[in-house]
């Protein structure tokens, strides 16, 4: 507890240079992220990281030193040059922009680690720590790292909130945007360039084979909270934040531990669970569906059965015992039990002297359900032509997902018939 | 013929370096409602797209009301087919309809009250009023058109050009958008429908633009509307044409002369 407090006093100063630089580029990232996800760039992020390899070596070799601003210029440089050859590849030959994507991040990436190996063989006392841009180096992060990168992070996030309106519309229909004159391609030049620019600053934190999911993940996870863009930036740009502190934290806990890696660990995590649990389009929230679904044709198809075994005698009220029911229809012992245990509980059956019986209320759910039933076997027949042979298991499954509106729509359609093409009854409820 | 709204001229288009459209040349009347019609593949997409510029011209020009594109830009509103955009795009109907109001004018300025007013009163036009904080996610393949239509109406066109409007549309929407356009066409405006069902063509538009890969007739519907024409636009391509088409293809050709300075 103490460790935390102390953490988040940011007492220490290398803690704080750390902590909020950190903070600062995993929000860029998340933002400009937002933009390339939504216009399917993900994997363009990815090779301009791992090209912007060789352009920070080229920039050390040239200039002799770890300069960060030198470096910033020649990871733009390369990063840019990545992107014009992923476009140039896929619009001026036969391959696929998935196939340049990959051609271009392979080629530059190895590129890069060779002028990497060849540094760091050169006996050049000023290069240690190069390598350090294959996975990051958040931890020592300077004052000076953090003043440059941070700035470049804010300007980042200003030029998005003045392009906002501009870049959403770009990003949803590019054609559209072009027809009312607005200046497209410049638009299309200033978000590329904030996309390499957030890549640069962001491989301080954790390199450039990481960087990626510093860029896109923020915006997979928060595209499932929400379906406004401008709340999905703001709650992207608060997971890259967060996990950046969070990341910070655990490396300031463990020294051993390293700080970007984490960071990434920690965002993959909000993303995994995102997909997970998200309301509504999550996949837990999925199979939840899909059991209720279950559930209610399970209950449905019981009430079902109380209504055909008695339809010939028309005494509707009359008791069944359980191996009448499980007999009469293909249940599962297990699941019958559960389904008459769940009627009676809702009271539309009722058990009495070891036999099962429709109450009132069960009588008009039941014959709703054959209404349906019968009710699409017609329009199945009348509309789409079917033989009456032929719609009885459509109309299984169709029966207990029509709503009240539908049916009033198909009773109208079909002129409130009153048999079904077997000629048995539609059961009205009067 | 009265004023005109339109005209190629000699407009010839290539896509992947294939060409598309040759030579098309017509002239279009304003104040009608007038359809582009061909078969699938005859081009009349690529043809919108090069009236907007948003396809390079391999040669001819487009004039609009008489002058060059980007003079009359804020008179034209350009629908796009329905299906050219990812509607699971983090939108609510009110936010495309606004983007109708956005111009290289206001570039960095905020969405004003008075621009949030003209899109309501565009959604209303189109039924959708009550749908305005909907997620565009959630929309059936109509309401999505209408959207469309919505945002195009806050533009205040004297000229709309809409691809495809009626594909994959509900009756209730074929209807509104009918309507729109009749009443469009009765403030002097112009309409011009790409649109692929023959069986409709009649009914819909005053004017008939026939295409395939090169203009096969342009006139008053009653003109237009004969066993000939059609059959010369819905017979399948000409053949030396596509083989010529094909060679320029594969041969990398340029379609036209590069002219001495």
């Known amino acids: ?430 | 013929m009265e004023e005109i709204a339109l005209e190629t001229h000699n407009l010839t288009v290539s896509y992947n370096r294939k060409p598309v459209l040759w030579n098309v040349d017509f002239k279009l009347p304003k104040g009608q409602i007038i359809g582009i019609i061909g078969p699938n593949g005859s081009g009349k997409t690529t043809l919108l797209k090069s009236i907007m510029g948003l396809t390079p011209l391999s040669s001819g020009y487009v004039e609009i009301f008489g002058q060059k594109l980007n003079d009359v830009r804020h008179r034209i509103s350009y629908v796009p087919q329905r299906e050219s955009v990812d509607w699971d795009f983090p939108a609510s109907v009110m936010d495309v309809v606004l983007m109708g109001r956005y111009s290289p004018k206001n570039l960095f300025k905020r969405i004003k009250k008075v621009d949030k007013d003209i899109a309501a009163e565009a959604l209303e036009k189109v039924n959708l009023l009550e749908f305005s904080n909907r997620q565009i996610s959630q929309l059936s393949g109509g309401q999505q058109q209408r959207v469309f239509i919505a945002r195009s109406l806050t533009q205040n066109a004297d000229l709309f050009i809409m691809d495809e409007p009626f594909v994959g549309v509900d009756a209730a929407t074929e209807q509104a958008i009918l309507t729109l356009m009749q009443e469009m066409k009765s403030k002097g405006k112009t309409v011009i429908v790409v649109h692929h069902d023959l069986q409709t063509a009649k009914d819909y538009f005053d004017w008939i633009v026939l295409l395939n890969t090169r203009l096969v007739a342009s006139g008053p519907k009653s003109e237009i509307f004969n066993e000939e024409l059609l059959q010369e636009a819905y017979g399948g391509k000409l053949n030396v044409l596509s083989k010529v088409g094909e060679l320029v293809k594969e041969h990398d050709f340029p379609i036209r002369e590069k002219k001495r300075k």
Request: proline fraction near 4%; charged fraction near 15%.
């Open chain 1, 1 to 430: 507890m103490n460790d935390l407090l102390d953490f988040l006093s940011f007492s220490d100063p290398n803690v704080r240079f750390v902590a909020f630089g950190t903070m600062l580029l995993s929000a860029a990232a998340a933002i400009v992220g937002c933009f390339a996800f939504l216009r399917k760039q993900a994997l363009v992020g990815d090779a301009i990281a791992h090209s912007i390899l060789p352009g920070v070596c080229l920039a050390f070799i040239i200039s002799g030193t770890k300069n960060p601003i030198y470096l910033l210029i020649g990871a733009t440089i390369s990063g840019w040059i990545s992107l014009l050859m992923v476009n140039y590849i896929s619009n001026h030959s036969k391959l696929k922009s998935d196939t340049s994507i990959g051609i271009v991040l392979s080629v530059f990436f190895g590129f890069g680690i060779l002028l990497l190996t060849a540094i760091q063989h050169s006996g050049n006392a000023s290069q240690a720590g190069l390598d350090k841009f294959l996975f990051g180096k958040a931890a020592s992060l300077t004052s000076d790292d953090v003043t440059i990168f941070g700035s470049v992070a804010i300007a980042l996030i200003f030029v998005v909130f003045l392009f906002y309106k501009e870049f959403k519309l770009i990003s949803f229909n590019s054609d559209f945007a072009r027809s009312i004159g607005l200046p497209v391609n410049f638009l299309e030049f200033v978000l590329s360039s904030l996309t390499v620019l957030a890549i640069a600053v962001g491989i301080q934190a954790v390199g450039v084979v990481l960087m990626a999911a510093l860029l896109i993940t923020p915006a997979t996870a928060a595209r499932f909270w929400t379906h406004q863009l401008w709340k999905m930036i703001l709650i992207a740009t608060i997971l890259g934040a967060f996990s950046a502190l969070l990341g910070t934290y655990i490396s300031y806990l463990y020294p051993s531990m390293p700080t970007g890696p984490w960071i990434v660990v920690c965002l993959s995590f909000i993303a995994l669970s995102s997909i997970f649990f998200a309301p509504k389009n999550g996949i837990l929230p999925q199979l939840k569906r899909q059991q209720s679904n279950r559930l209610k044709i399970r209950n449905e198809n019981i009430l079902k059965l109380f209504f055909h075994l008695s339809e010939e005698s028309e005494d509707y009220h009359q008791g069944f015992d359980f191996s009448t029911l499980l007999e009469s229809r293909d249940f599962y012992p297990q699941e019958l039990t559960k389904g008459l245990a769940y009627l009676k509980s809702k009271n539309q059956i009722r058990i009495l002297n070891n036999k099962w019986h429709l109450t009132k209320l069960g009588l008009i759910e039941a014959k709703r359900i054959v209404r349906l039933h019968r009710l699409w076997e017609m329009y199945l027949n009348k509309k789409l032509k079917l033989a009456p042979d032929h719609v009885h298991n459509d109309a299984e499954a169709i029966e207990h997902i029509i709503t009240p509106e539908v049916e009033r729509l198909l009773e109208k359609e079909l002129n409130y018939p009153t048999k079904d093409p077997h000629q048995s009854n539609i059961p009205y409820t009067d």
